[in-house]
Structure formats: C-alpha cells, structure tokens
C-alpha cells in the first residue's frame, strides 16, 4: 500500500487521567503496548520511585532542587503539587513531537489536564477513569499497600473531588473490568485520530 493510498490520522494529545488506585496506569501501559502510534509523555516527579517502577520509563525522577529550577526556566507545559511531592509535564518533548505530526499520551491529575486543554483547545482529547465505586476504589488502595491509612483516606477524599471535576472531559470510562475499559479507551483513541478531511 502506498502512503498517499494508507489510511491518514490526525496528531492529538490525548490526557488520561484517574483517581489513584483506578487502574490509569496499567490502561496506558496496555494502549502504548497494543502498537499504536502514540508517543508517550513520562512525567517529571520528585517523589520516590514505588517497587517496580523504573528510571526514565514509568517518571523521571529528580529532586525538588532540580524540578523548582526547571519551573524557573519554563520547562514544563503543566505542574502540581500532590501530597508533598511535584510533577511536570516536560515542554520541549511534548512539543517536539506533536509539531512532527506525533500523537502523545499524558498521564497526568486533573488540574494538569485542563492546563493542556487551554494550551491546545484544538487538539487535545481528555479521558477520565472512573472506579466503580468510591467503595471499590478504598479496596484497591488498600490491597496497594504502598500508602499508610491516612494516606488512604487523602487520597479517597482527593478521588471524590477530582470525579467531580472529570464531568469536564470529553470521555468518561468506568473501569470495573480492565478488559472491558481497555477496549473502550482504545477505540476513543482511533475514532478521535481519524483524520476526517482525507477519509
């Protein structure tokens, strides 16, 4: 098949975001896997890795010295502070490949995800993950045991404000089977890439 006769796609930035606990994690992991062409953003944070997590892959870490300098100079398209620690949204990557015709995965909080939306108001698409209940998503963090109590109980009163907020995305998916959210989110993925002007 020649380039002109394959089917053309349109670069978007898609924003996924989560309450913790809900599973946003593994969904993008999944979608990067399933061999689309998605670029994806690894966040900028100062917190310390959690088991398994890797360097440069799953965030790129870095102290709190380094990260206040980089806001100095601009560096990130969206930061915020969540529970003590920071987390950035390097500019330059994002940008880069964007303007090189690149879609980009963000896995980033609420208050990141409508920073992106008023800097590209055209261009990118916000997915929200929903538990299946408050209940639910209290099981998930405790099973997680990677927070103390009262950590538990921040985050589940941060998860109830943030779904509050998430009635301002353009998608919503509950994710009770991970199967089922997965196919869901893939298919927001290649309906919004479709590039209508050349169907």
Do not use: Q, W
């Amino acid at each position: 098949m020649t380039r002109s006769a394959a089917k053309r796609h349109k670069a978007r930035i898609f924003v996924v975001s989560a309450p913790s606990g809900c599973g946003k994690t593994t969904l993008c992991d999944k979608l990067l896997a399933s061999g689309l062409d998605l670029v994806n953003s690894i966040s900028m944070t100062t917190r310390r890795p959690r088991p398994g997590e890797r360097k440069g892959i799953d965030y790129r870490f870095v102290s709190r010295s380094r990260f206040l300098a980089l806001v100095k100079k601009n560096a990130f398209l969206e930061h915020e502070e969540n529970f003590g620690n920071l987390y950035g949204t390097p500019a330059e990557f994002v940008k880069a490949r964007f303007a090189g015709g690149r879609s980009i995965l963000l896995s980033i909080d609420v208050k990141g995800a409508m920073k992106i939306r008023r800097a590209f108001p055209k261009n990118s698409v916000l997915i929200f993950i929903l538990p299946p209940s408050v209940k639910a998503l209290k099981t998930r963090l405790d099973l997680r045991k990677s927070d103390s109590p009262e950590d538990v109980k921040r985050r589940l009163a941060l998860a109830k404000r943030e779904m509050a907020l998430g009635r301002r995305y353009d998608y919503r998916i509950v994710n009770d089977k991970l199967d089922d959210a997965y196919r869901t989110l893939r298919k927001i993925v290649l309906k919004e890439s479709e590039d209508t002007e050349h169907a």
